[in-house]
């Protein structure tokens, strides 16, 4: 991700008058109505013309508080139909807890501009058709469409949002899924306030200036002084989600503010966005946080239940966990607070992700082990910033318990992830460690363990052409965890094999076995009797054979032309197949695949085929492995090539020829 | 009116269960019920109480038993409501596996949100829901809620069976009604009759099902409405957001619809009537004039979906669409009938079930529940032509596998009737490819590649055909997944009539596409129609279904580098089944390697023993489909 932090000494600006920079509204450019398809890119069906906001504050007499102002205007040509989504418009407005704070949307204005025979008609939204959805309590929608759409018409609207909210005071999304030719904010922050400002994206800002604005903010009788910044881009490409990408927060264009000081009247000053010491002081006496961890004594009579004495550090820290794991199931909100408090959660049996982590941790600390809180945030819910604390950034809390020289990582909301092993949509860079005692760190979370899978088959190939023989797979880490959720589903183990079997179209699995389904730390095994029909009979002279017949690479799945973002796999991954064959006695293997060993750069991947054959047993390996849980842009064509000559290799047979005089 | 439906309760409560402590202990489950079972709906019991044609209670009872994460959406408690639906309670209660309570809930422990569904722009229909987090399985949620409807033109149908993997205990329903009220009553797929029961001039019906085993989902299977029980309701006479009626059939649901909904709202503005007139002026036939009309309606409108009240069933004005230039199915209709009124071509506005199951308007029950789109039937003397107004890029006459071949409802003024939209058999629907490749020595393969889309199959590739840039490239990429493919020359070329066909010319690239070892080299020749296998089902318990025919042809032409040969003689094999035919040839001629494949497959159903001889006919189709051919070189 690139950020810029922008910074402003704005004591040393001139004064002067600020004109509002907007574009007249309904008043087109020649350029406007030539704009046609392909002349941005290739692929759009639509493109914003022209985009321009300005947000400001007041402070509101009667609710006792300031107010962000948003004024937002913007013109887009719809080239063909398929742009014709981009006609509806949905405006969020966001209410909070109590329902009293809440966004406001007015002004909305929408026109829908046409070339009808060389004259330009222009047909206004009918305020009829405009809708307020209430999505949730939390928010509502005002939506509308625009009226008499065509294949090149231009649309443009305006609306004023008006908002209590105003901790990030106003994001401006300067890249959207259609390209841009200009998009413009202009922000006036009252000197009172101070933001830290960040340019989010790859692409530089055209346009970046401030000036002073004298008395532009009237609070309590007293014209306060304002910055007034304005922030521009042009031609901006429209951004293109990708597979195996993170959050495309963390790539698209856009200014984001957070609000770090607010300085009274009175001259005093509060401190919003802190330094980590104020921010771990803070949470560490959270009623929701610290002192949910603090509360081992909720685990005063049920300890004795779970641990025993002649239990080892780990041992007691991996009994704690499965503990909770079993105790307290997820109500899937996410939080890094505690919801319902530990106690309740745990006589519920259910509890959000601060419920049950926070819990865990006060179990672990009750036990006289070492532990701690690691704050987070998702994979889709984006990086967080590291320059300065931002609480809102962080969604999650996990548990990190510190054993002799090592630590880990610890989500029980998951009642199938083994001890140590994290799920992936929290490895999403850096994570803050919060101690009760000690002063707070960064860490960067990984997977602890690999997904990998072992194919082992122990087969024969009988007379009449059908391979018969034994199959046992192990998966280790995630790769055994989905595994295990899928088997979560069915009843017995009969309904599981029946749906493997179903599943594995490839051969007919006759009886099976499962071993560790339940033994989270364990390898999840199965074997499974299996035939597979490969001949009618062996009556042919040659035999051809394709050893790749176990999750076979039919697809490259990187078949991008170019790639702008980094590969984002999660996790490392490998998948070894082991077979040893047993041929009928009277054919022997007169050609087969070159042994094949391909190394992705950086110890990045590798990819190793060999075959041989002693004694009529064929023996056939593979590895495939990928060592980076993510891989920059530039590795992307190598990764695509490494994908491309698999495929090429996993088509090419053995050939195994009747002996001669048999 | 309370008074009332407690005292009829009452009188009815020999259907309810003793209300002692329910016994909820998971022991008690049947085991031929837990068997293949994600949840077991322990006891449902809903009653509809039609007190007046505005005043219908519904009341659920419903405990639901989960065993695996699978079932546990089927103990989530969901009420939709609207501006006609008043929830008057709801409470209920979580047991543990021994049947002990564990906690209670209430409507404030509900989550509620607006269920407007994707498609739609707005709506006004609402949804509270509320599921348990449980820590461990099995658990049983019950609960029980009642609603008023201030309509009796939509009475819930019963469908006990409604979720796959899904056992049921017990469930029943119950409709009561004054003795002196006309309703008409479907029960399908259910044994028996229901128990009747008369008191104080009030009527009840039950309907039951005791210990059915949970079905799971079966590939190639008929609509689950022809062998799951459902029971509907349809009052005689209905009020329906203030307005009236009577219908005992579809003729006169149709004459109602024709006469109250859509009656009005047909006027244009006579800027649109003149500019109409102007357009089809010079044309000679209706036909023609249809034609032209239509193109001028997609030109002018697309598809938004706005539903409120009884917007769900009046479409809107013509003129208003004509100035929105949008609308959803009904308005869009609406709005074509109009233009084609203006030049005297008279047109039917057909309630359709659409998707690509096709399901029947049922003839022998009518009902305002039946059917979801709507679609324009446009009869002239020779023959009729069916128009879906939804679609920019549908040619003139084309249904496509959303409307094809089913039974529809066609509002006229005279009155309701049903008609039949076209089917797409085998035989016209097909994919015909033509390839010219030339394999290099590196494994390379490149050449011309031309398909023709017709019938049920014009469709396909139709957005491809639309888009362009890379855009376009990233759909034929998805099409056509080869590695590392490329496309040139990318045309594509739209017949329309009264068959309408795509056809799609592309050079295209797959370098090392055949791969050598030694001195043999391998082929795919089949590149893009391989057939998948499907599982072999033990005890196969319902029909086989084939939902659409079709037929595809491919005819490649590999011209190969010198001293190539094919290793094992040419390939001549023929499968032919019931369910349909398989030629596959492959020979080599000179430096020619021909190959061609032809698959048939028939639509229809067969019955459930004939499964095995479908799944061995698409699997040996997938196994020849998948068939290398070895090269030795020179």
Same mark, same amino acid.
């Given at each position: 991700m690139m950020k810029t932090i922008l910074t402003f000494a704005i004591l040393m600006l001139l004064g002067g008058c600020v004109y509002s920079q907007d574009f007249a509204f309904g008043s087109l450019n020649p350029e406007d109505l030539k704009l046609a398809k392909n *002349?941005? *890119?290739?692929?759009?069906?639509?493109?914003?013309l022209n985009e321009y906001g300005r947000a400001f504050m007041v402070y509101d007499d009667t609710k006792g508080y300031t107010e962000l102002i948003v004024d937002y205007h913007a013109r887009i040509k719809v080239f063909n139909s398929d742009g014709y989504r981009h006609a509806t418009v949905v405006i969020p407005a966001y209410k909070d807890e109590s329902g009293e704070r809440v966004d406001v949307i007015s002004e909305v204005k929408a026109v829908t501009i046409n070339v009808t025979d060389g004259r330009i008609v222009t047909v206004p939204l009918d305020q009829s058709q405009l809708y307020k959805e209430e999505v949730s309590r939390y928010r509502t929608d005002t939506k509308f469409t625009f009226p008499?759409?065509?294949?090149g018409s231009i649309i443009e609207y305006s609306y004023r949002l008006r908002s209590p909210?105003?901790?990030?005071f106003h994001t401006w999304?300067?890249?959207? *899924?259609i390209p841009k030719i200009n998009s413009l904010f202009e922000a006036t922050i009252p000197g009172m306030y101070t933001y830290n400002v960040t340019l989010r994206g790859p692409y530089p800002l055209a346009v970046q200036d401030a000036k002073l604005s004298r008395g532009a903010f009237r609070i309590a009788g007293r014209d306060i002084d304002c910055s007034h910044m304005t922030y521009g881009m042009s031609n901006i490409p429209a951004f293109v989600s990708e597979d195996?990408?993170?959050? +495309?927060s963390n790539f698209k264009s856009a200014i984001y503010f957070e609000l770090s000081d607010v300085y009274r009247l009175n001259g005093t000053n509060i401190?919003?966005?802190?330094e980590w010491k104020n921010v771990d002081r803070e949470l560490v006496s959270h009623a929701d946080f610290g002192g949910q961890m603090k509360r081992d004594n909720v685990f005063k009579s049920i300890l004795p239940t779970i641990v025993? *004495?002649?239990?080892?550090d780990l041992g007691k820290a991996q009994a704690i966990y499965r503990y909770i794991q079993q105790h307290i199931r997820w109500n899937r909100y996410l939080g890094k607070y505690s919801e319902l408090n530990i106690k309740n959660a745990l006589e519920r049996g259910s509890g959000n992700i601060g419920d049950i982590n926070l819990a865990l941790i006060a179990g672990l600390r009750a036990a006289g082990l070492d532990g701690e809180a690691v704050i987070l945030s998702t994979r889709d819910n984006g990086v967080v910033n590291?320059?300065?604390?931002?609480?809102?950034?962080f969604n999650y809390v996990v548990a990190k318990v510190n054993i002799g020289d090592t630590y880990y990582l610890l989500d029980?909301?998951?009642?199938?992830?083994?001890?140590g092993l994290l799920p992936l949509?929290?490895?999403?860079g850096k994570a803050r460690v919060i101690n009760l005692k000690a002063p707070s760190y960064w860490i960067v979370p990984e997977s602890?363990?690999?997904?990998t899978t072992q194919y082992m088959l122990k087969a024969k190939l009988d007379a009449d052409g059908v391979l018969r023989g034994r199959l046992t797979t192990n998966s280790y880490g995630y790769a055994a965890w989905r595994k295990r959720k899928e088997l979560?589903?069915?009843?017995?183990l009969e309904e599981y094999i029946e749906y493997r079997d179903e599943k594995l179209t490839a051969f007919q699995v006759e009886a099976g076995e499962i071993l560790g389904a339940e033994e989270l730390d364990k390898p999840f095994v199965e074997h499974y009797d299996i035939t597979v029909r490969?001949?009618?009979?062996?009556?042919?002279?040659d035999l051809f054979f394709n +050893?790749?017949?176990?999750?076979?690479?039919?697809?490259?799945?990187f078949n991008l032309d170019?790639?702008?973002y980094p590969v984002d796999l999660g996790a490392a991954m490998e998948e070894r197949v082991l077979m040893t064959i047993e041929l009928p006695a009277d054919y022997e293997l007169v050609s087969k695949p070159d042994d094949y060993n391909l190394v992705l750069e950086n110890r990045g991947g590798r990819y190793l085929t060999q075959t041989g054959v002693d004694n009529n047993v064929l023996t056939f390996s593979q590895l495939l492995a990928l060592n980076h849980p993510t891989y920059p842009p530039e590795s992307y064509f190598a990764l695509k090539e490494f994908f491309s000559r698999i495929i090429q290799q996993e088509k090419i047979d053995m050939v195994l020829r009747k002996k001669e005089g048999q | 009116m309370k008074a009332v439906t407690l005292m009829v309760l009452a009188v009815l409560g020999?259907?309810? /269960?003793?209300?002692? !402590? /329910?016994?909820?202990?998971?022991?008690?489950?049947p085991a031929a019920l837990k068997s293949?079972?994600?949840?077991?709906?322990r006891y449902e019991e809903i009653v509809v109480d039609m007190l007046s044609p505005t005043n219908v209670r519904y009341r659920v009872d419903r405990a639901v038993t989960v065993f695996n994460p699978s079932g546990e959406e089927r103990a989530r408690l969901v009420i939709h409501y609207d501006k006609a639906t008043a929830i008057k309670q709801i409470s209920g209660s979580v047991y543990d596996e021994m049947g002990f309570q564990l906690r209670k809930f209430t409507k404030r422990d509900c989550r509620d949100e @607006?269920?407007? $569904?994707? =498609?739609?722009?707005?709506? &006004?229909s609402r949804v509270k829901h509320f599921l348990p987090a449980m820590a461990g399985y099995p658990y049983t949620v019950a609960y029980s809620y009642e609603v008023v409807l201030?309509?009796?033109?939509?009475i819930p149908a019963w469908r006990?069976?409604?979720?796959?993997d899904v056992a049921v205990q017990r469930s029943q329903y119950t409709f009561i009604c004054a003795e002196a009220d006309e309703v008409r009553i479907s029960a399908t797929n259910y044994d028996g009759e229901p128990v009747r029961r008369l008191d104080k001039g009030r009527r009840a019906l039950t309907w039951a099902v005791d210990n059915l085993p949970a079905r799971r989902y079966e590939p190639y $299977?008929?609509?689950p409405e022809t062998y799951k029980p459902m029971v509907r309701i349809a009052p005689v006479h209905f009020d329906y957001y203030k307005h009236r009626g009577q219908y005992s059939n579809w003729e006169e649901l149709g004459n109602w619809m024709s006469g109250a909904?859509? $009656?009005?709202?047909?006027a244009l503005p006579a800027k649109t009537v003149a500019e109409v007139k102007a357009l089809v002026g010079?044309?000679?036939g209706d036909r023609e004039k249809a034609a032209e009309l239509y193109r001028y309606m997609q030109r002018k409108t697309r598809y938004v979906s706005v539903q409120i009240g009884i917007g769900g069933f009046r479409p809107t004005a013509a003129a208003v669409v004509e100035g929105l230039g949008y609308g959803d199915c009904k308005g869009l209709v609406n709005y074509m009938r109009a233009l084609l009124a203006v030049v005297d071509i008279p047109s039917y506005y057909c309630v359709v079930e659409a998707g690509n199951a096709k399901r029947d308007i049922r003839a022998d029950f009518a009902s305002m &529940?039946?059917?979801n789109h709507v679609i324009l039937c446009v009869p002239f003397d020779q023959d009729t032509v069916w128009l879906?107004?939804? @679609? !920019?890029?549908?040619? #003139?006459?084309f249904l496509g @596998? #959303?409307?094809?071949?089913r039974t529809v409802w066609a509002c006229m003024p005279e009155g309701g009737r049903l008609l039949r939209t076209p089917a797409y058999a085998a035989p016209v629907s097909t994919q015909e490819r033509h390839a010219d490749l030339q394999l290099a020595e590196d494994g390379t393969l490149s050449g011309h590649m031309r398909t023709i889309f017709s019938g049920? !199959?014009? &469709?396909?590739h139709l957005d491809i055909a639309e888009s362009s840039g890379t855009g376009q490239v990233k759909l034929l990429k998805a099409a056509?997944?080869? &590695?590392h493919i490329g496309f040139e020359h990318i045309d594509y070329q739209k017949q329309e009539g009264d068959s309408p066909t795509l056809a799609e010319s592309l050079d295209i690239t797959m370098p090392r596409y055949a791969p050598s070892s030694g001195n043999q080299a391998f082929l795919l020749?089949?590149? =893009?129609?391989k057939q998948f296998s499907m599982p072999n089902l033990n005890n196969r318990k319902q029909d086989v279904y084939v939902n659409r025919g079709y037929t595809d042809e491919d005819h490649f032409t590999y011209t190969l580098p010198t001293g190539y040969t094919v290793v094992g003689g040419p390939w001549d094999i023929t499968l032919n089944s019931p369910f349909g035919c398989y030629e596959l040839t492959m020979e080599q001629e000179g430096d020619q390697l021909s190959y061609r494949r032809r698959l048939v497959l028939k639509g229809g159903t067969y019955p459930a023993e004939r499964y095995a001889e479908l799944c061995k006919f698409i699997n040996d189709v997938s196994v020849f489909d998948h068939r290398k051919v070895v090269f030795t070189k020179k």
């Open positions: *002349d941005l *890119d290739s692929f759009s069906n639509a493109a914003v008499d759409l065509r294949e909210h105003i901790f990030n999304n300067l890249q959207d *899924d195996y990408m993170t959050a +495309p401190k919003i966005t802190k025993t *004495d002649t239990m080892d590291d320059v300065h604390p931002v609480l809102s950034d029980a909301s998951d009642p199938l992830l083994p001890f949509h929290c490895i999403n602890s363990q690999k997904s979560a589903n069915y009843n017995t490969l001949y009618d009979s062996l009556q042919r002279e +050893p790749f017949f176990i999750n076979r690479v039919n697809k490259n799945p170019e790639r702008t | 020999s259907l309810r /269960p003793a209300a002692a !402590q /329910p016994d909820y202990a998971v022991a008690h489950i293949r079972a994600d949840a077991v709906v @607006s269920a407007v $569904s994707n =498609f739609s722009l707005y709506e &006004d201030k309509q009796n033109l939509i006990p069976e409604a979720y796959w $299977s008929p609509d909904l859509l $009656s009005e709202g047909t010079g044309l000679a &529940d039946q059917g879906e107004c939804t @679609s !920019q890029r549908l040619p #003139f006459g @596998s #959303f409307t094809d071949d049920g !199959q014009y &469709d396909n056509y997944d080869v &590695d020749p089949n590149i =893009f129609n």
